[in-house]
């Protein structure tokens, strides 16, 4: 019997400080030895989003001690791993080169292979820790940098179907929080206070829903929320009704977009039974998650959402795409550098700024 694959894996794209120890089963999903997450949202609270220095400084000052973590509340030895997977971007610069680094220098003095992980590809893959996952999917990938329909052929082959023309989804629900003075971080509490206010109360714009394919923009319904914050004056009813309100348009406009993104797999990849993945820290959204579900059983396709404790940033699902692109032989040279910008489909068109045709 061959040795099963066990990956350690760093996180330090953005501002969760993470490491972990994972071990592909016989089942072909994942025995998590260890998953440490080690969360900024204090430092970054009284700012209302995140600082890149303060989020270099805290993963420096801590990044060791979680590695550290992971690796004995694994019970596994540095000699007894089989590779180190690192997030290499896209993310903050100053913090994935944290990350990279000590995930270089482990490699290196252990003698291991590297992989350098595309931060996206840890997302796309991540339900994969949980559940067996059968390719090709399609992939509704919706955080706080990124809101794309992708087709997932394989490990390392991705198609982009539509992506935001904007704002990314995650951004579009902190920064409602952060107009409707919800606290932070934004979507959770967005979700939260959903639940106490009247989602027919405002009529919300539900921007490029008839058009451009399944290509997503949430700027219009951000800037009308804007325009409603203004008014409320402190009334706490209509401050949830506001709530409420965003987050069943947000639903509409999944819904219709995920019912075309169907639509296009279909025809792509002439597959009738397939899996739709939703994965990234919106992902965790219930009333999404019901929404969606909805659609799946009206148009008869598998819904796969990740653990809820994967849905966010994490060193689980980097170490996990290590492993998937370790038995593919992707394994990276020590000299790789942190990317700010690196799309899963390479080839896709760039769909912001002016002289955007839709
Ligand atoms: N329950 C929820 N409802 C809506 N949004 C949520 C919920 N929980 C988390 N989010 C949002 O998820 C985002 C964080 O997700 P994630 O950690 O994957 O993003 P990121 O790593 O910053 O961005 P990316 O993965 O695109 O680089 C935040 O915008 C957060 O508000
Ligand atoms: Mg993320």
Redesign the pocket.
Known sequence: MTKNITFLGIET????TAAAVIRENDEGTADILSNVVSSQIEEHKKFGGVVPELAARAHLENIEYIIDTALKQSGTAINEIDGVATTAG??LIVCLTVGLNIGKSIAAFSNKPLIGVN??EG?ALSPGLNEKIKFPYLLLLI????SQYLIVKDVNEYEQLGTTIDD????A??KT?KMLDLGY????N??KFSKEGDENFYKLPEPIINKAGCNLSFAGLKTAVLRESKKINGDVKLKYNLAASFQKTINKILYKKTKIAVEMFKKKTKKENFQLIVA???A???T?RENLTQLSNEMNFEIIYPDLKF???NASMIAWAGIQRFKKDLIDDLNITAKSRWPLDKKAPYMKGPGLKL
């Open positions: 794209s953005c501002d969760e896209p993310g931060h996206l997302h955080s706080g940098g990124h990314a989804l995650g951004e629900f902190d929080a971080p934004g979507g959770p967005v979700e990234g820290g919106v965790a959204n219930k999404i849905c966010g940033d």
